[in-house]
């Protein structure tokens, strides 16, 4: 299994399109801290309210560059990433030499959805540390003073958190966007192995998230939406911004397990029946 | 006493959806034989060697490999080298890393393979430090070589092995295939070229259209038919009087001979009924190579599933 584990990381990280995501990850926290810096307008909305907290603060850069980009940049990432991960190998035909090996095909589905959940989390810390170096720079390294709490409950009393409070819970922050891809993964893979074209993969993987984040901004849906793999994304903020950790965060986290566990069950049921004909 | 079979399948059958690619097929492999599949393109050549590795399941029937059944990523595999369709590699690794990988993939250490031997076998020099997507395709052949000798393998299955390969290198790998069957490993391949196959193989399977159309030895299957020609003085007449014969089974005209099929029966059979018929025979030569034999089968094939087809639809409208 490490051995497996080993050639898919390889594979995956000597890519010259690994290279150029990891420019993108840098690059694009450093434009928009540099956007923020440059920003005036700044409203007390949700969301809006890190990139308002985050000129107080280069600890809160981060955190809005990943909300940010846990909405588009990090999805199409992390949907390249794993869908790629069965179907680019089946395009080339270098799946079925590697199934010409004694490897057990469930034992290669975990280890290339290991590593894709690897690179998934690394770009996400990426972004969160290149987002806290440019935070820093430009905002330099303190606390912050809230002088009303702003979050989906409307407005609270203010509160005060230290440096070493929102460190923390930057890091928090990074986890649970991270771990909010796990449901990603898991449909990303099962749609990797139903085709052989990468492309196809990649594009409903994304196109799943997309869909779900239009069906969750139609209120009308009621509590349907609550079982979207994106409605809970954003839980998190409130740690920051409202100074609460809320019940939607052991939600979304229930909901990413949910979704895992079904989709990556069908990917495993399918990837060992499947007739590999490329 | 029959040596035990290192390759075997017995009434293998894949069909998808309705489309039987496989049908009821049975032949089998013994150490030291080099066997040839042959068939025309959709005779189901390549579906068969990828049940025989575990890629595709069977519908029904059996693929063994050194008397176990075969199944997906089975331990048996590490005896076997094989090369279905192009050889494929990770293209933006180097063909060293892309051979230690898939190596390793499978839990064994690089310095327990041949390396050497392989290497030397696929003669990439310094190239095998280069990324395989600046590789021609003979490069990636010969790399595909090298992956499947890794092994030291009992058992080679080669899918249109020599495509891409320019003659010397056809040659090489023509001799390489020889010299692992005189050392006792047993070699299946399928292949287009004919004169290839009857240069390399020993043994023969014919299929056409997924069944069994024949096997045995290049020799047998040489003598099981032939072809004709004969040069007369009327070829349309001639061809006519041929073509009413049982024993025969396809006329042509080719410039100023008659190209002749025998099913069965005797040249001289075939002289007596051109002459009762008035016909002046000029020349009769017998040609007998591997492809004659082979499109005669594949015809007769095609014939018997033509009229068997014809006979099951005539049938189902009496039925109606």
């Not at chain 1, 898919?8 to 434009?31: F, H, Q, S, W, Y």
């Not at chain 1, 939607?248 to 499947?274: C, N």
């Not at chain 2, 066997?35 to 069977?58: D, E, H, Q």
Request: net charge neutral.
């Amino acid at each position: 299994m490490i051995a497996l584990l080993r050639t898919e990381l390889i594979k995956a990280v000597r890519r010259t399109r690994t290279l150029v995501i990891l420019a993108a990850l840098i690059g694009l926290p450093i434009v928009i801290s540099l956007a923020v810096n440059a920003r005036s307008d700044r409203r007390p909305d949700r969301g809006e309210g890190l990139f308002r907290l985050a000129s107080q603060s280069g600890l809160v850069v981060p955190a809005a560059i990943l909300m940010m980009t846990s909405a588009f940049l990090l999805v199409i990432i992390a949907g390249t990433v794993v869908g790629d991960a069965v179907a680019g190998d089946a395009a080339t035909g270098n799946l079925r030499y590697l199934l010409l090996r004694p490897v057990s095909r469930t034992k290669l589905l975990i280890a290339k959805a290991a590593v894709s959940t690897l690179l998934v989390w690394v770009a996400t810390a990426v972004v969160a540390l290149t987002g806290l170096v440019a935070g820093v720079v430009l905002f330099g390294w303190h606390g912050i003073s809230v002088p009303f709490s702003v979050s989906d409950t409307g407005a609270g009393v203010g509160f005060d958190l230290t440096a070493g409070q929102l460190l923390a819970r930057l890091a928090f922050g990074t986890a649970y966007v991270a771990f909010g891809f796990t449901a990603l993964v898991a449909i990303g893979t099962f749609f990797s192995t139903l085709t052989d074209g990468a492309s196809g993969a990649i594009a409903a993987t994304v196109g799943v998230y997309i869909v779900s984040e239009i069906l969750d901004a139609i209120t009308d849906l009621g509590s349907l939406r609550y079982g979207l793999p994106t409605h809970y994304r954003t839980a998190w903020v409130d740690s920051i911004t409202a100074n609460s950790f809320s019940g939607d965060l052991k939600a979304g986290v229930i909901v990413q397990v949910v979704y895992a566990l079904v989709f990556f069950s069908a990917a495993i049921v399918w990837f060992r029946r499947k007739d590999i004909r490329s | 006493m029959t040596t035990e079979a290192i390759a075997e399948v017995s009434h293998l059958t894949k069909a998808f959806g309705t489309v039987a690619a496989v049908e009821d097929l049975s032949f089998a492999v013994r150490p030291g034989e080099v066997c040839g599949l042959l068939g025309p393109n959709g005779a189901g050549k390549t579906t068969t060697l990828r049940m025989l590795v575990g890629l595709i399941a069977p519908s029904s029937g059996t693929a063994t490999l050194f008397g176990t059944t075969v199944h997906a990523g089975c331990p048996e595999l590490l005896r076997v080298g094989a090369m279905v369709e192009q050889a494929a590699f990770v293209p933006h690794l180097s063909g060293m890393t892309n051979l230690r990988l898939w190596w390793e993939a499978g839990g064994g250490r690089l310095h327990d393979a041949d390396l050497d031997g392989a290497l030397a076998i696929a003669g990439l020099g310094d190239a095998v430090h280069r990324k395989v997507r600046t590789y021609s395709q003979g490069m990636k052949q010969r790399l595909g070589f090298a992956r499947l000798l890794l092994a030291r393998p009992e058992l080679l299955i080669l899918d249109e092995p020599t495509n891409g390969l320019d003659p010397a290198e056809i040659k090489e790998i023509r001799n390489l295939v020889h010299r692992l069957a005189d050392h006792g490993a047993a070699v299946l391949l399928s292949s287009h070229h004919l004169a290839e196959v009857e240069q390399t193989c020993s043994e023969v399977v014919v299929m056409s259209r997924g069944r069994l159309v024949a096997s045995g030895t290049v020799d047998e299957l040489r003598s099981s038919g032939a072809t004709v020609r004969i040069e007369v003085d009327d070829r349309t007449a001639a061809a006519g009087v041929l073509r009413s014969l049982p024993a025969v089974g396809k006329v042509e005209i080719d410039g100023p001979e008659l190209v002749v099929q025998l099913r069965d029966g005797r040249r001289s059979d075939l002289v007596a009924a051109l002459v009762m018929a008035g016909v002046r025979v000029e020349s009769v030569t017998a040609t007998r190579d591997l492809e004659d034999v082979f499109l005669g089968l594949v015809d007769q094939s095609e014939q018997l599933r033509t009229s068997q087809a014809g006979q099951s639809g005539q049938s189902s409208r009496e039925t109606r």
